[in-house]
């Protein structure tokens, strides 16, 4: 039956010929194409590894992967626990390197622009021997500085290289901190959301930036990518036997590592499916067109074959062999074609572009043997199925002499659209404010400016004064103090750090609308925004006076009773780009017009912080004892655990000179 199925083969020649053209074609395709899938998964499982710095498997905090952007210091391994991950990851098999890495973010000043950065922290020799293991050209990884993604540069007014940087950002201890180091070079993060914020420095220079020992993760490299999952699960195993419930490991592969991996390949996973339906259902409309025109031209061979005893199995079996005879001479055809493309391709140092990777890859096509032997495999016995079903059909059918009938494949695709109604509810009025006796007639904003500028005066506004100030800060990472000497004239602030001692000589200054930091170490003074002013609990511009009267334009909101005391309620909505919050919710008492409580808003109208105020100090204003905040409670509004207290101690009337609130000598001070 073989030997007839060759002859009849090359009898007719000129359409075996066709066919076989026909299916080699649609195999090479699938060959070339499953080659550059091969290519597109290796190159970007190396950029994530290698090129990246993730390494093959990933050690953090219980929950660190979601929760470190949100709590830092909260979900970050400290010393004990590092030194426990690389105790035991050292002694498993395939373990090659481990290095510690920090990620974070804050703002990077160049001269007098600025933007915000998502920074890593590296071992710049652990990733150098990551990137010889890399088939893509990578920076070296900074030594004593910074590299910045090109668009970072962009932001900042492309910096020359060399430059001296400033990073600003809130440290563990929720204390604002501020470094400088210079810029080296450029690099890409490979991911387009944050290309845009990426800066890459060492590991120790990113400690000191958060003051801190402790580090994101741990990264682990093996000597195979291949042993990932099953290391994976023998350090969780051991992690978990030694401190259960605190760690979790993960692997490169993970969707929150390989994000570009995870993204792009379950995209080119999608197309070479499709893709391979489309060159399937070719090759085989294509074999079953080929047996349907030859069971029509061969009515008379089929009638001998019959009369000779030939079975109808027999006979269709024998149509199935000349397709699989066609099927493996293309089959041939398209591998040698496909692995002399390959070849032809690494000879000519081809470049191609890989999706979210900056800089050229040489195309090097891969087609393992057994992917190739395998999708041949899948087509072969597809289109074998189809010839023998249509044979089958053809064979035991009613064929008329003389007439050639070319059966149809069908495609049946299935479309459908849902349109979707969206019913709008009407807005539902707001429940009233539970409220106390009404004042007649809404006070003028005139009237509401002085009843502000009264209870800034109890807060340091509008005077000159000096005090003590001591924070008291609280999170779940744990509680930190820190003392001040404060000094105001006229609604502008100087903070001295006097405690603790490491903390020593760092400045705060509020003047003429704007913020600076310094510290000893600095060239200069750090600008910051009004979005910067909120580090911490105890955002900066709590720490000094407030002048709610010239930096808000305040709303009547009515009277409500807060603790038994009738309070006016106030919407202040921030009059100026410099205010630190977007609006604030304020209680003055009717009778004293001291603010008793104050909700800082979102711009989206959400509480931030709510902040409640105690005056158990008093000054001398003109000779007349007046009241002077003595405490003030500032606490998240959304995590109640977190906040902040402000202790007011050694308040007098004071003349502090005006070369204190000048930048040109906040450096000497």
């Known amino acids: 039956m073989w030997s007839m199925a060759f002859r009849n083969l090359y009898r007719d020649r000129r359409r075996t010929i066709a066919t076989v053209i026909a299916v080699a074609a649609g195999l090479f395709a699938v060959l070339l194409f499953l080659g550059y899938i091969r290519f597109v998964e290796s190159s970007l499982a190396s950029v994530v590894i290698y090129r990246d710095a993730n390494a093959h498997v990933q050690v953090y905090r219980k929950d660190g992967p979601e929760q ?13 626990e590092q030194a426990l991950i690389h105790k035991i990851s050292a002694d498993l098999p395939h373990f090659q390197r481990a290095s510690n890495q920090l990620a974070g973010v804050g703002v990077v000043q160049a001269n007098n622009e600025s933007a915000v950065f998502l920074a890593r922290g590296i071992d710049p020799e652990f990733e150098r021997a990551l990137q010889e293991q890399s088939p893509f050209a990578a920076t070296p990884p900074p030594e ?54 990426g800066l890459k420095a060492p590991l120790t220079l990113l400690q000191s930036l958060y003051d801190t020992d402790a580090v994101s993760r741990v990264v682990i490299q093996l000597d195979n990518r291949e042993h990932s999952a099953q290391f994976r699960e023998q350090l969780a195993a051991e992690l978990e036997r030694q401190a259960p419930g605190r760690f979790e490991v993960t ?31 070719i090759a085989l409309t294509t074999i079953q067109h080929t047996v349907a025109m030859n069971v029509a031209d061969r009515i008379r061979e ?20 000349e397709s699989v005879l066609t099927t493996v001479a293309a089959a041939v055809v398209a591998t040698i074609l496909a692995y002399l493309t390959i070849f032809t391709l ?93 004042d007649a007639a809404t006070p003028s904003e005139e009237v509401m400016r002085q009843w502000l500028r009264e209870a800034d005066l109890a807060r340091g506004g509008w005077g000159s004064y000096q005090w003590k100030l001591r924070i008291h800060t609280k999170d779940p990472a744990g509680a930190t103090d820190t003392n001040y000497d404060i000094a105001v004239r006229d609604g502008r602030a100087l903070a ?53 009267a010239r ?35 304020y209680y003055l008492d009717r009778d004293s017009l001291l603010g008793v409580k104050a909700e800082f808003l979102t711009a989206s109208g959400m509480p931030l912080k709510i902040a409640q105020f105690e005056y158990g100090n008093a000054v001398l204003v003109e000779g007349e004892e007046q009241p002077f905040v003595s405490r003030m409670k500032i606490v998240n509004a959304n995590f109640p655990e977190r906040y902040s207290v402000l202790e007011y101690a050694q308040v007098s009337p004071a003349n502090p000179p005006e070369s204190l609130f000048t930048v040109d000598t906040l450096m000497t001070l």
């Open 496 to 548: 001295m750090t006097t405690a603790p001692r490491r903390y020593r000589g760092e400045k705060i200054l509020i003047a003429s609308r704007a913020m600076w930091y310094a510290k000893p170490g600095l060239r200069k003074p750090v600008s910051i925004s009004p979005q910067q002013r909120l580090v911490g609990e105890a955002a900066n511009g709590d720490i000094a006076s407030t002048q709610y």
């Open 144 to 197: 004593d500085g910074l590299l910045l993604t090109t668009q970072l540069q962009d932001l900042l007014g492309y910096p020359q290289k060399g430059t001296d940087l400033q990073l600003f950002s809130a440290s563990y201890a929720n204390r604002i901190n501020a470094i400088e180091a210079p810029l080296l070079g450029d690099f890409s993060t490979g991911i387009e959301a944050i290309e845009d914020k």
């Open 346 to 438: 690494a000879l000519t140092g081809v470049e191609t572009q890989l999706p979210r990777i900056s800089e050229p890859a040489p195309l090097a096509l891969q087609l393992p043997p057994l992917w190739a032997l395998a999708a041949i495999v899948c087509v072969g016995a597809g289109i074998t199925l189809g010839a023998l079903m249509t044979a089958r059909k053809r064979v035991g059918g009613e064929v008329r002499p003389g007439r050639r009938s070319v059966p149809l494949t069908h495609l049946l695709a299935a479309s459908a659209s849902v349109v979707l109604a969206v019913t709008l509810l009407p807005m539902q009025p707001q429940a009233m404010e539970p409220q106390v006796a009404e």
């Open 68 to 80: 470190l952007a949100a709590s830092p210091a909260q979900y970050s391994l400290n010393s004990e």
């Open 251 to 281: 692997t490169w592969d993970h969707p929150q590592i390989g994000q570009l991996y995870t993204s792009f390949m379950g995209f080119f996973n999608m197309v070479f499916a499709f893709t391979g339906i489309v060159v399937f259902t």
């Open 551 to 585: 930096d808000y334009t305040p709303e009547y909101l009515g009277t409500e009773a807060l603790d038994g005391t009738p309070c006016y309620k106030l919407k202040l909505t921030a009059a100026t780009n410099s205010a630190t919050y977007e609006s604030i919710i």
């Open 302 to 321: 089929i009638g001998m074959l019959r009369s000779l005893g030939f079975g109808r199995k027999r006979i269709a079996g024998l149509f199935v062999r």
